[in-house]
């Protein structure tokens, strides 16, 4: 596992690559750049990594989208029972494909997440509001103005701007956001004044 400064502890990856394509993606370019495929694959002996850890806020697969269409179900009930094993930990998920969270049953030490880098993707908050579990969201990289978008239902707003690109972010962007526990990147921390 990865140590981490920022909103979690460590990041945690039995899982790698990705097949969304999202144009931004830093983890495609970061194992292009290592000469790595990026390509979703199972990293099995990663499993137990957590095991033996002190409780801390874990990111779960931070190199893919584990609800992809394209992860299959035992890979992500294989991460599910580590959950279930360590109740003591907190684990953090996060999706743009929100709808397959439905599919499966996670204990109360996860936290939901999900993506929506502006409005053009506002229903992604719509299909995680049903879910009866701790959800956060993550507004990253923040592409448009969010005047108005109720965030009230998340405990945690993450805010990030773009990872090896030239930033089109607007300060009146992130200002419009609005919730109550909002993490700011250091990225976008500049733009608040």
């Known amino acids: 596992m990865m140590r981490s400064d920022g909103f979690y502890d460590y990041a945690w990856s039995p899982v790698t690559g990705c097949l969304n394509d999202c144009w931004y993606c830093y983890g495609k ?30 990111f779960v697969t931070h190199y893919t989208d584990l609800m992809g269409d394209f992860i299959p179900e035992e890979w992500v009930k294989s991460i599910i029972g580590v959950c279930n094993d360590l109740s003591k930990q907190t684990f953090m998920f996060l999706t743009k494909n929100p709808k397959r969270y439905y599919e499966y049953d996670f204990p109360d030490n996860c936290i939901l997440g999900v993506t929506v880098e502006s409005k053009n993707e506002i229903q992604r908050i719509d299909i995680i509001s049903g879910i009866k579990a701790r959800k956060w969201i993550s507004i990253e990289p923040i592409l448009g103005d969010f005047t108005g978008v109720d965030l009230s239902q998340f405990e945690l707003c993450i805010i990030g701007k773009l990872f090896n690109h030239v930033s089109k972010i607007r300060p009146e962007w992130v200002r419009s956001v ?8 250091p990225n976008v921390r500049r733009y608040l004044k």
């Open 29 to 58: 370019k970061d194992f292009e750049q290592r000469g790595l495929s990026y390509l979703p694959e199972f990293h099995p002996e990663r499993l137990r990594e957590p095991y033996g850890y002190k409780p801390s806020r874990i």
């Open 178 to 185: 609005s919730h109550s526990n909002i993490y700011y990147k």
